[in-house]
């Protein structure tokens, strides 16, 4: 949140594992009443970014919570105290739910009536009253990760780590968790740091948005800028765009430039030198399909005629794989009446809305 307080900062942060650099955070702050959220692949070091700023394995570096830097005005113990982890495993207690979401309240000495209060309290945020007293062996996946959640939000953490914790179950569960704890960060306004893999969970939740990468944060901004405008290729693959076509620049006028990619012309918004490599990135939505012969492509800008290489159904639209000399890949939606009319080697019409260019420096 821009203008906020930072509540965590790290600098220089840096982890080492048998010779092999695995972390690399020059700098990152998460604000007061932020929720970031890091998205990436598996071994992208998102687990080892929040276990080092837990102070939960060896780090070089410098990590401050509101101001005070971790292991010399702040102790990690006391550190520690102030925040809440929730991971992809709930690793809950062999004891009853109550007593597992008593657990943090009992470490920090809070007294048996306020801690009654504050646990009858998280378990109704929750919707888990009714398995106060089940034991934690007994119960399903999803009913695990809710424990898992409300033993975190129930100790009034100052920071939530979130790693993962709806990775695995199944989407209806998966969509009701989501809820529960879109309700609870809206109501505390805890500062956070989720870290998925899963670009909806991400942009559902997120104030702000990163890309990670080999143990860096290759971009952070807000979740449009990340989405939309990735610095990089491999930003741009991470947030989900299906086309980047290379291309170079042959002539640019005031605002715009054409790039020539497979021997076709593509206009783009923003003045590039001729002979510049350039990246075009398309995301399917921004692609219009419509049966060759209909319309008039005349003056039509980044209008090609293309042929339907496959067609993916997925749930309410179809993904359209195109060859119009490059590939380009096209959602159509299945309320769209185009959607019926289409066919894997059919000749149609692409036109593309919006391009976002990036430098090439592969090349």
């Not at 605002?255 to 350039?278: D, F, H, M, T, Y």
């Not at 309320?335 to 593309?352: H, I, N, Q, Y």
């Amino acid at each position: 949140m821009s203008g906020s307080a930072p509540v965590l900062e790290a600098r220089n942060l840096l982890v080492v594992r048998g010779g092999t650099r695995v972390l690399n955070i020059p700098s990152l702050v998460v604000s007061e009443g932020e929720f970031l959220a890091l998205i990436g692949p598996n071994g992208a070091g998102k687990t080892t970014l929040l276990q080092a700023l837990s102070s939960l394995l060896p780090y070089k570096g410098e990590i401050l919570f509101r101001g005070q830097k971790i292991g010399a005005t702040l102790p990690v113990l006391q550190y520690r105290r102030k925040l809440a982890m929730v991971l992809q495993e709930p690793l809950l207690f062999n004891t009853t739910v109550y007593n597992n979401v008593a657990s943090g309240l009992k470490i920090r000495d809070v007294n048996k009536k306020d801690a009654s209060r504050i646990i009858m309290r998280t378990l109704d945020r929750f919707g888990i009253t009714d398995l106060k007293d089940r034991a934690a062996r007994t119960l399903s996946g999803g009913e695990a990760r809710k424990v898992s959640l409300a033993r975190a939000i129930a100790t009034s953490p100052e920071f939530l780590f979130l790693d993962e914790p709806f990775s695995g179950l199944d989407p209806v569960i998966r969509e009701a968790l989501i809820e529960d704890l879109e309700q609870v960060i809206k109501e505390t306004r805890i500062s956070t740091l989720f870290v998925t893999h899963d670009r909806e969970e991400a942009l559902r939740l997120s104030t702000r948005l990163g890309a990670m990468q080999s143990g860096e944060i290759l971009q952070i901004g807000s979740p449009h800028e990340v989405m939309h405008h990735p610095v990089k290729e491999s930003v741009a693959s991470l947030v989900g765009i299906e086309t980047i076509l290379r291309g170079e620049v042959v002539r640019k006028s005031r605002g715009s430039s054409v790039v020539s990619v497979a021997g076709k012309e593509i206009e783009v918004e923003g003045e590039w030198n001729p002979g510049e490599r350039v990246l075009l990135c398309i995301r399917a939505e921004n692609v219009g399909l419509r049966p060759s012969g209909t319309g008039d492509p005349a003056g039509e800008t980044n209008s090609f005629p293309a042929r339907i290489e496959k067609i993916v159904p997925l749930w309410l639209y179809r993904k359209v794989f195109l060859d119009c000399g490059f590939p380009l890949v096209a959602y159509v939606m299945d309320k769209d009446p185009t959607a019926m009319l289409l066919e894997e080697g059919m000749e149609v019409r692409a036109s593309v809305s919006k391009i976002h260019v990036i430098g090439d420096s592969s090349g």
